[in-house]
């Protein structure tokens, strides 16, 4: 089951392989941290952002599960999600960023 929401999209999982992709738009142009949370108890997730050409912006996995990238509110994205075998709970967050020193996290 795929539950897009404002801010967030959450997926659960019954040994999935394949894909799904849903446009997407951003509230407001600033830099984005995105956090992908697995709980799987088998196989692998990956999230891709993509942007209105279809171009990869950013790849989130199990080994790289947070971050940050610049995105305009005028502009369309592609979220799409890969599965392979994959069993669990996925949740991806995103918020936009504060101004921030270079070093620091989103908080």
């Known amino acids: 089951m795929f539950r897009p929401e404002k801010n967030a999209d959450k997926v659960n999982l019954d040994s999935c ?12 142009s600033s830099t984005y941290e995105l956090i992908l949370n697995t709980q799987l108890s ?3 997730a990956e999230f891709s952002l993509l942007d209105r050409k279809k171009r990869p912006l950013l790849k989130l996995n199990r080994r790289c599960p947070s971050s940050r990238v610049d995105l305009n ?4 994205y592609y979220l ?3 599965f392979t075998n994959a069993t669990g709970e996925c949740e991806l967050r995103w918020k936009p960023c504060p101004l921030i ?3 620091e996290k989103c908080k």
């Open 17 to 28: 392989t394949g894909w799904v992709q849903r446009v997407g738009r951003f509230h407001e």
């Open 42 to 44: 088998k196989g692998e």
């Open 73 to 76: 509110a005028d502009s369309r």
């Open 80 to 82: 799409r999600w890969q």
């Open 101 to 103: 020193m270079e070093g």
